[in-house]
């Protein structure tokens, strides 16, 4: 299979907790994006890579959150002393470099903070 | 700043029956605009991506069109199944803005056999 990848693909975690999410991209894919998704809601944009340079964060991105891509391959967004609020999907995208930055979705990772 | 709505939330229809799903956007200066399908729990298909330049694209029973003018696309499903029923995303991305997507809140499609 050589779709996007994320694990773990359901995490739930206590209160004050830190998670980490990894997510593997689609191999030669230079970008590398991250969303959080709500219940109801479409996805929001949290960061953006290209090859290893995190190029834009959202403002929705709290000093809690940070994301690594070491080397432009898999990238990682760890979430320290989670909050209930942070419980959503969190979405990996990947696409390549050619002219249509298509964007290519894994599967997500559910958190439930408890 | 962009934002993109889809009306009506939900939708109900009886299978066979061909139907259009609509997307708005505030700003009409988009690099290119996409449809996904996201089944309950899981993450997002790509179904068509359409370039600014575009007006349409077609795979299979699904055809997008793509008026930027008037800001909005269509999503048109023809002879609808039971299989297609799930949420239908539309994004889009802007020039220069590292591509990321804003997307709509979704219309949840149900067929009935």
């Known amino acids: 299979d050589t779709g996007v990848s994320q694990d773990p693909r359901h995490k739930i975690t206590k209160r004050g907790q830190n998670v980490t999410f990894r997510c593997d991209p689609i191999?030669?894919?230079?970008?590398l994006y991250w969303y959080r998704q709500t219940l109801g809601q479409g996805p929001e944009f949290l960061t953006y890579f290209q090859n290893e340079a995190q190029l834009e964060k959202s403002r929705l991105l709290s000093d809690r959150f940070s994301a690594e891509r070491p080397k432009g391959s898999f990238s990682t967004l760890e979430i320290q002393r989670t909050e209930q609020g942070d419980s959503a999907m969190y979405l990996c995208?990947?696409?390549?470099?050619?002219?249509?930055?298509?964007?290519?979705f894994g599967p997500g990772t559910r958190l439930t903070v408890t | 700043k962009q934002e993109v709505t889809q009306i009506p939330a939900a939708l109900s229809v009886p299978e066979g029956e061909n139907l259009v799903l609509n997307c708005s956007f505030t700003?009409?200066?988009?690099?290119?605009l996409q449809w996904f399908r996201q089944d309950p729990g899981k993450g997002l298909t790509s179904l068509l991506l359409?370039?600014?330049?575009?007006r349409e694209q077609t795979s299979g029973r699904l055809n997008a069109s793509l008026d930027k003018s008037s800001g909005r696309s269509t999503l048109y499903i023809a002879a609808s199944q039971p299989g297609d029923s799930a949420t239908y995303l539309c994004a889009v991305s802007m020039p220069g803005a590292n591509s990321k997507l804003t997307f709509g809140k979704g219309i949840t499609l149900s067929v009935r056999p």
């Open positions: 191999s030669e894919h230079n970008r």
């Open positions: 995208a990947s696409s390549p470099r050619q002219y249509s930055y298509e964007q290519y």
């Open positions: 700003d009409s200066a988009i690099y290119n």
């Open positions: 359409i370039q600014s330049s575009q």
